[in-house]
Every structure is written in structure tokens, then in C-alpha cells.
T-cell receptor, first 113, second 113 residues
Framework: GDSVTQMEGPVTLSEEAFLTINCTYTATGYPSLFWYVQYPGEGLQLLLKATKADDKGSNKGFEATYRKETTSFHLEKGSVQVSDSAVYFCALMSYSSASKIIFGSGTRLSIRP | KAGVTQTPRYLIKTRGQQVTLSCSPISGHRSVSWYQQTPGQGLQFLFEYFSETQRNKGNFPGRFSGRQFSNSRSEMNVSTLELGDSALYLC????????????FGPGTRLTVT
């Protein structure tokens, strides 16, 4: 079945450091890919998405490119801020998974001032 | 536009009891999905309702049920509560026009003692 694998956390970085959170997926067909973020005590927010190969999703300085050849959707940000501290979830939805989103296990990110 | 609202935000129940959680989607959204989030299992899909019909279901026992009303509001019920049902229950709504684009509520934190 469809699945998402993302790097284990926690990840701790200093402010203004470069961020990469790795995400790979297994799916039949051509899934849509997403990054969601969960701030402490809150629900999930859609951060960015990409619906086809080579698409780049971007939002709030974060970017991720849909790489079909490597089945990856790595999240990057050039200069992180303390306010980026949260849990990040990579996710996919495909027509074979119908209307349900399949999430990775989440990566906790902590940014030191 | 108001976001997804969930009530109550926090709930404490005893083993064997039943509980009903409520979700009001974004106005105009006809799809409501429910997820269970636990530290051990991560985010797991429970079910999805669209226009009052259950359209998709995850791998949860029959103790977990739901329904959707004509105004798209949804309720989730868990009967005969077990300690393992302690979790954050998240509701997400979608217009259905963009595959995978779901908007999450803040969740209901259920503690079973």
C-alpha cells in the first residue's frame, strides 16, 4: 500500500541555519504530495503542496520539489527562525488511497535562538 | 471565513464510557475527515464523510463511528472506551475541488482513565 517515510527527529538547529527534512514515498500512480506543520497545541496546517512531477511547492520560505525519479519530496528552508519550531509531516494522497491522506511519522524541529 | 471548529477541546472519560466529538467544517465544505493522533501510531485516518455519506473508512474497530448532518457538521462517537483510545482527534474539512487539500481543526484531546 501507499506509505510515506520521513527522517527521524528531533532536529535541532540554530537560528538562520539551513534546513532539510527528508521525505520519500511509495505509491501507485501519481500521488499529490504535501507538507503539513503542527505548532504546539494546535491542529495541522497545510504548508505546501505539489500535484505532479517536478512541481515545486513553496510557502513562508519553505520549498519542496516533487521528484518522481527518486520518489522524494524533501522540505528545505534557507534560514530558519525560532518561530519555525514545530512538527512537520510529509503526506500523500493518491486516487488509490481515495480521499484519505497518508502521513509520515512527523519530524520535530527545534530552533535555538 | 471561519476555520474548522471542534468541540469540546478537552475531555476526560472513564474506561467503558462512550464519547461524542463534534466538528463544524469551513462554510461550503462538504467533506469531513477524522484522524486519530497518538505518539505511538502517529496520524491515522478514521473515516471521511461527504454529503452525509461515509465515503472512506480506515482500519479501526466498529466502536468508532461517525455521521454527518445536512449542514455538513459531523460527529464522531467512540463506544466502550479503552485506555488506548486516549489521543488527539483531529477533524479536517475539504471542498473536494483540490485533491488532498484539507483544513484541520485544533483537535479534541481525549483522555481515558
Amino acid at each position: 500500500g501507499d506509505s510515506v517515510t520521513q527522517m527521524e527527529g528531533p532536529v535541532t538547529l540554530s537560528e538562520e541555519a539551513f534546513l532539510t527534512i527528508n521525505c520519500t514515498y511509495t505509491a501507485t500512480g501519481y500521488p499529490s504530495l504535501f507538507w503539513y506543520v503542527q505548532y504546539p497545541g494546535e491542529g495541522l496546517q497545510l504548508l505546501l503542496k505539489a500535484t505532479k512531477a517536478d512541481d515545486k511547492g513553496s510557502n513562508k520560505g519553505f520549498e519542496a520539489t516533487y521528484r518522481k525519479e527518486t520518489t522524494s519530496f524533501h522540505l528545505e528552508k534557507g534560514s530558519v527562525q525560532v518561530s519555525d519550531s514545530a512538527v512537520y509531516f510529509c503526506a500523500l494522497m493518491s486516487y488509490s488511497s481515495a480521499s484519505k491522506i497518508i502521513f509520515g511519522s512527523g519530524t520535530r524541529l527545534s530552533i535555538r535562538p | 471565513k471561519a476555520g474548522v471548529t471542534q468541540t469540546p477541546r478537552y475531555l476526560i472519560k472513564t474506561r467503558g464510557q462512550q464519547v461524542t466529538l463534534s466538528c463544524s467544517p469551513i462554510s461550503g465544505h462538504r467533506s469531513v475527515s477524522w484522524y486519530q493522533q497518538t505518539p505511538g501510531q502517529g496520524l491515522q485516518f478514521l473515516f471521511e464523510y461527504f454529503s452525509e455519506t461515509q465515503r472512506n473508512k480506515g482500519n479501526f474497530p466498529g466502536r468508532f463511528s461517525g455521521r454527518q448532518f445536512s449542514n455538513s457538521r459531523s460527529e464522531m462517537n467512540v463506544s466502550t472506551l479503552e485506555l488506548g483510545d486516549s489521543a488527539l482527534y483531529l477533524c479536517a474539512s475539504s471542498s473536494g475541488r483540490i485533491l488532498g487539500e484539507q483544513y484541520f481543526g485544533p483537535g479534541t484531546r481525549l483522555t481515558v482513565t
